[in-house]
């Protein structure tokens, strides 16, 4: 018996995996420092068609805080989009890894953490604005008077109580994204994954919907992902600008944006905001 | 001048000019006709003819006027036409759903599906008839056959015009593959499968009255051989085709006007 007890002290320590250690230790350290998306090494080689290797994204590493607003900026064929499909588990990374408090993308995307919202809205012209955002709440079998309730309660954080009844096509640009933006926190997700969502309306919209996305971030407290290609859309919105550079698509930098909140449009007339965006602009590489 | 330009460029408008100049051209050739021809309608009779035999109280068959006659076989055909298009319809659209579900499927058997159309039905039907030696039956076949084809393809057009974003959407919220085509596979293709509809649904009547010509029976077809052989006035002939084109017709808006009922989102509001 003693025995028995014995190899089993001097056997467990080899057998288990460095890499499970590393993970564990990670996973504490996860919960101390209130991490919320690690991104450690992370690395994309697509097949191209002619069969050359294609690197869409090169050694990314970096934390994510809970609640931080986080950009990922740069032009297209930085990857930025590629590091956000990672992130949602649409595609697998070649190199590194990834986790999601804690949880691979995979098991965060099935415990539905993520929301979602396109470049277009993205919405079902079937359905009504309601029943668009009653959606994924029907896809989790939530009853139906909780599921009417919670989408109105989100309609109205979007401000758009009274278009319930609309169909998606009777409405603007600017008013359908902002139903995609109460679908995809239907499921009240920690992350709100946001793929150039503006980048198809007009300057008014864009700046209104700015406002609007700032407001909405402070009353939910979500971890924001937003792509975008736009440098003052970046510094207006982020705590934390990605910035990616191409060929092939790296981080470049990270850079704070102190700027004080709650912000609103004049915050863009200050020096120190046009200080920020020649920041930023200077930080790509090989453009 | 607006409002007339409107009235002149609206559809009711544009219709009636159709119909009125189809019905002059028409009458002038039954004119000319009349002049050339000792039995001009055998050719081409006035309208007005064909209106009369439609009205005349004359027995043609001893025990029936010429509507009635028309109209009985007319059930005896729709009523075929019906069943096979119903039978069309849902194996098209379960054959469209196996091809999206599985690629093999498509791949093993969308290419062929179009042999389907190329065969001629005065040549499948006596091959039909052959291997279920019913006439009344192979009528219903031929007829589902030809709805198949535009529905099946239809449908999968349907399938695969979903957004890329809308499968995303729905990974992203872990839905299993029953969700996926409940919520969004099914109800995307709903006006894709209406426009497999909106083309069968004329072609399995006109398919109908032609493979009724083959054999003896009741039905459209061969009431219009019979006609067309002598048996009985050459009115006949002219009623029926008169009736199954009206019948064709109204089977598309019949069904236009289903898709509209079925879906309302394409009627409310703005573009």
């Known amino acids: 018996m003693i025995f028995i007890v014995l190899f ?28 919320e998306i690690m991104l450690d090494n992370v690395g994309m080689v697509y097949d191209s068609a002619d069969g050359k290797e294609v690197t869409a994204l090169t050694s990314v590493t970096m934390d994510i805080h809970k609640g931080e607003f986080i950009s990922l900026l740069g032009p297209s064929g930085c990857g930025k989009t590629t590091l956000l499909r990672i992130i949602a588990d649409l595609i697998h990374p070649t190199s590194g890894n990834v986790l999601i408090g804690g949880v691979s993308p995979k098991d965060a995307r099935l415990k539905r953490r993520y929301g979602m919202v396109f470049q277009s809205a993205t919405l079902y012209d079937w359905r009504t604005v309601i029943k668009n955002i009653e959606l994924p ?8 008077k909780e599921r009417h309730e919670r989408a109105m309660k989100m309609l109205d ?15 603007s640009g600017g008013m359908q994204q902002r139903v995609g933006i109460a679908r995809a926190l239907a499921l009240q997700p920690e992350i709100l994954l946001m793929d150039e969502p503006f980048s198809a309306l007009d300057e008014f919209t864009r700046e209104k919907l700015h406002v609007d996305l700032l407001k909405i971030w402070r009353k939910t407290n979500k971890t924001i992902i937003f792509v975008t290609h736009n440098i003052q859309e970046s510094v207006f919105l982020s705590d934390r600008i990605c910035v990616l550079s191409p060929h092939p698509g790296r981080l470049s930098a990270i850079i704070d944006v102190d700027l004080p909140r709650p912000r609103t449009m ?21 453009v | 001048m607006k409002k007339l330009k409107k009235l002149l460029t609206s559809k009711f408008f544009i219709t009636i000019v159709w119909v009125v100049m189809l019905i002059a051209v028409w009458e002038l050739f039954a004119f000319h006709v009349e002049n050339i021809k000792r039995t001009p309608e055998n050719v081409q009779p006035h309208l007005s003819g064909i209106v009369d035999s439609l009205t005349s109280d004359r027995k043609i068959n001893g025990s029936q006027t010429a ?13 075929r036409a019906g069943i096979g298009y119903i039978i069309g319809i849902a194996s098209g659209f379960l054959l469209a759903l196996f091809m999206s579900l599985s690629k093999i499927v498509e791949k093993t058997s969308f290419p062929y599906l179009m042999l389907i159309q190329l065969i001629p039905i005065l040549g499948m039907a006596p091959i039909i008839n052959a291997i279920t030696g019913d006439i009344a039956k192979s009528r219903i076949i031929i007829a589902a056959i030809l709805t198949f084809y535009p529905v099946a393809t239809n449908t999968l057009a349907g399938f695969k015009s979903v957004q890329r974003e809308k499968h995303e959407l729905m990974y992203s919220y872990a839905a299993n593959k029953f969700q996926i085509y409940t919520k969004t596979m099914i109800p995307a293709c ?32 061969c009431l219009l051989s019979q006609s067309l052989k002598g048996a009985m006035t050459r009115y006949v002939f002219w009623d029926i085709v008169f009736f199954s084109a009206v019948i064709g017709i109204l089977s598309f808006y019949i069904m236009g006007i289903i898709e509209i009922m079925m879906c309302p989102y394409r009627r409310t509001g703005k573009r």
């Open chain 1, 266 to 286: 004049d915050i863009k007339d200050t020096p120190e905001f046009t200080a920020l965006v020649s920041k930023v602009r200077n930080s790509f590489e090989g």
């Open chain 1, 137 to 144: 709440l029907e896809i989790t079998h939530c009853p139906k």
């Open chain 1, 8 to 35: 089993c002290f001097i056997s467990f320590p080899e057998q288990r995996n460095i890499n499970e250690l590393k993970g564990t230790i990670s996973m504490i350290e996860h919960e101390r420092n209130d991490i």
């Open chain 1, 157 to 171: 954080l979007v401000g758009l109580s009274d278009f319930a009844d609309h169909y998606p096509r009777q409405l």
């Open chain 2, 67 to 79: 509507l009635q006659m028309v109209i009985e076989n007319a059930k005896a055909t729709l009523t």
């Open chain 2, 190 to 221: 709903i006006p894709y499968f209406f426009t497999g509809l909106k083309i069968s649904a004329p072609m399995a009547i006109t398919a109908s009255i032609l493979v009724d010509t083959l054999q003896g029976g009741i039905g459209l077809g």
